[in-house]
């Protein structure tokens, strides 16, 4: 991580009801990272993030929490889990809803909004789908608009929730490639998911979220240990390091 | 560009009604006259005909029609449910309920303005109940409970008030009333709702880029820098105006904010701000249809221009929904 983080949580706990689902979470993600957020169902990570963003209320200190509804437009893209289009307006259309937070009220997209829609367009492959109702493509294509909507925002940070849920293996895997691609250019990408072997390869860096509390955060092959495995997921995998890249893959529950 | 085409398209459209509106009447003046008497004052019974009984008509069908259409459409959009109305949050329930108190108590008849004095204060009270329920916290589905609950509790009053109205004249003075009608309005009508209904036009109209961005959901929308309670408190305040004035003045009028928006959606590549527009223009565009419709089906019966509104909404609806489900949406 260099220069000053893109997302800086300090002290972070989020209630609901009578109990925390999230404890006193201390973290900060930088330029330049992929980090993968794992856990098993109920562990806090959407309730994190959402609060992090400063959807939901929280305490402690989250450094996006804390600005302005624009400047927050601004840093970060948040891709929720839910893949909501409500009416069937234009492919195209939808991306550059991803600029609104560049544009004043009233003013039209201007040369560089465009640009940028074309361009997170072309990322996600969607070229030929601009006049094409969205809510009519399928579950797959729907994602991939949705994202392409949230790389148009241009954001030094994008957080997604489960961005690969429901994708097929090759999107999964171009879509990760796309994430790693984005954090080496200089951008951050914060993204929850649950399978390891995705996360295992392409993210630089994991962080591990236990029933609300941050039990490991660090580079893949330090964090996916038997013993973390077993506490936290309660199975058995293989992990190793092929020719190319770390290989994971699950084996079997610990009951 | 095609959106600017079709706004010119209603603009043309509604602008062509409302001198076919201002032009039909029972007093059988000739296009000529009646402008002659319009714009220049020429004769004395023309004049008090045209400039008194035919301009506050045609003015106050597209002042309610283009609320009902805005209202509409900012109503769906805000809630991402294309059956969403503007009677939904219980605003014209309530601004019904003011005037049929108005009419009972005999207000009404006191003096000009007491029967839309009534209904305006009936609006907000329902204005003030729904904030107090739904105005700064909780999403959209509260807002949708909010609004039932204020319109089943204006409705059971208003059947209170029939229930005890002393006479069957009352009654049906009342029933008539909640019918809708644009017929024998005065200019003090247009007046007394047209300072609201500004002020309603510009807070929903301000609604435009947060509606855009809600297509995507709530969360989407917040992060991408609008604030949802800010719009709530647009929508509700805007609706309340222009929906309480519109009540107020013209009685309950329905369908037109249901179908209108449903109308235009798709030529407006089904974007929910540029529908706010187009969908004031083509609310105009109906309720003055339906007004000229009135007068020329049953000139002697008095046909109430709710009742053409449902009579024609409703299978219009129908075919639209028919529609909608061979689309396989």
Known sequence: ?255 | MRFSLLLAILGVLVAGLFALSLLIGPAGLTPARALAALIRGEGLAETLVMREIRLPRALLAVMVGASLGLAGAAMQGYLRNPLAEPGLIGVSGSAALGAVIALHTGLAAGFLLGLPLAALTGAGVAVGLILLLAGSGGGSITLILAGIAVSAMAGALTSLVLNLSPNPFAASEIMFWMMGSLADRSMLHVWTALPLMAVGWALLAALGRGLDALTLGEDAAATMGFSLVRMRLLLVGGTACVVGAGTAVAGAIGFVGLVVPHILRPLVGAQPSRLLAASALGGAAMVLCADIAVRLVLPERDLKLGVLTALVGAPLFLHLIYRTRKEGL
Request: aromatic share 4%.
């Open chain 1, 1 to 255: 991580m260099t220069g000053t983080p893109l997302l800086s949580l300090d002290a972070f706990s989020v209630a609901r009801g009578p109990c925390d689902v999230v404890q006193d979470v201390t973290c900060a993600i930088g330029a330049g990272e992929f980090v993968g957020l794992i856990g098993p169902n109920g562990a806090g990570k959407t309730t994190l993030m959402r609060a992090a963003l400063g959807l939901i209320p929280a305490r402690g200190q989250s450094s996006l929490a804390v600005l302005d509804r624009a400047a927050r437009a601004r840093a970060v893209a948040w891709l929720p889990q839910q893949r909501e289009i409500a009416w069937p307006i234009s492919v195209e259309n939808l991306v550059a809803l991803g600029r609104s937070p560049h544009r004043a009220a009233g003013r039209p997209m201007s040369d560089a909004d465009r640009a940028a829609t074309v361009r997170a367009m072309a990322r996600m492959g969607l070229d030929g789908f601009q006049a094409r109702a969205a809510n009519r493509l399928s579950g797959g294509e729907q994602a991939r608009v949705l994202i392409a909507r949230a790389l148009a925002q241009d954001s030094p940070l994008l957080m997604a929730d489960e961005p690969a849920a429901g994708l097929d293996p090759s999107s999964q895997i171009s879509l990760m490639e796309l994430f790693a691609a984005q954090a080496a250019e200089g951008q951050a990408v914060l993204a929850s998911m649950h399978d390891l072997g995705l996360a295992a390869r392409h993210c630089t860096r994991l962080l591990v979220l236990h029933r609300g509390r941050l039990v490991a955060d660090g580079a893949p092959d330090t964090v996916l240990t038997p013993d973390l495995l077993a506490t936290v997921f309660q199975i058995t995998a293989h992990y190793a390091r092929g020719a190319d890249g770390p290989i994971f893959q699950p084996l079997g529950v610990i009951r």
